[in-house]
């Protein structure tokens, strides 16, 4: 956490990037938040659109609900996905290779990746996507030794997190 501080920080831009792809989040989540759903504001009939997977906007409303329309404290919340799918892809690595040191040694490249440190700074569903992929994953691997697993929360945490990771991507 400590490494992930130290160079989330260092590299952050609290500029929006210049590819288009990051404002049509933004204006997806603008659409949802005033209730046309998941529409084109391009158009004054707003009507629905299918041009990007609408998982990441939708989570970009829902953070503009908590947090207002402010760039930054999205941005971050970003990173945290990208926090987030390290921790757990630390665990992940500690139960399949039974080495901690090895996991940890793999989570700080991780951490320390440039272009993955880019990514999490972007608002793009790079992030996101990410995180649901590793937490769907983690989930399979702790169903392993789950005889009743239809009943289990990793279960269920599984098909969330792949539903997730797809309506994101």
């Known amino acids: 956490i400590f490494a992930f501080i130290l160079s989330y920080y260092y590299i952050f831009d609290t500029k929006l990037d210049l590819n288009g792809d990051n404002f049509n989040y933004l204006n997806y989540a603008k659409s949802i938040i005033i209730g046309n759903g998941y529409s084109s504001p391009y158009n004054s009939n707003y009507p629905p659109t299918n041009w990007y997977p609408p998982g990441y906007s939708t989570i970009l ?5 908590i947090v207002g329309e402010n ?7 970003n990173g945290l996905f990208f926090l987030g799918s390290i921790l757990i892809f630390y665990q992940l690595m500690s139960k399949l290779t039974k080495n901690t040191t090895f996991a940890f040694s793999i989570s700080i490249l ?5 272009g993955l440190l880019r990514l999490s700074t972007i608002i793009m569903s790079e992030m996101p996507y990410i995180f649901f992929s590793i937490l769907a994953f983690y989930c399979v691997l702790k169903l392993i030794n789950i005889s009743d697993f239809i009943k289990s929360k990793y279960f269920f945490g599984m098909l969330f997190s792949a539903i997730a990771a797809y309506y994101l991507r």
Request: no cysteine; glycine share 0%; charged share 5%.
């Open 61 to 65: 409303a829902l953070a503009m609900l």
């Open 71 to 77: 760039v930054i404290l999205l941005k971050i919340i």
């Open 110 to 114: 991780l951490v320390l990746n440039s």
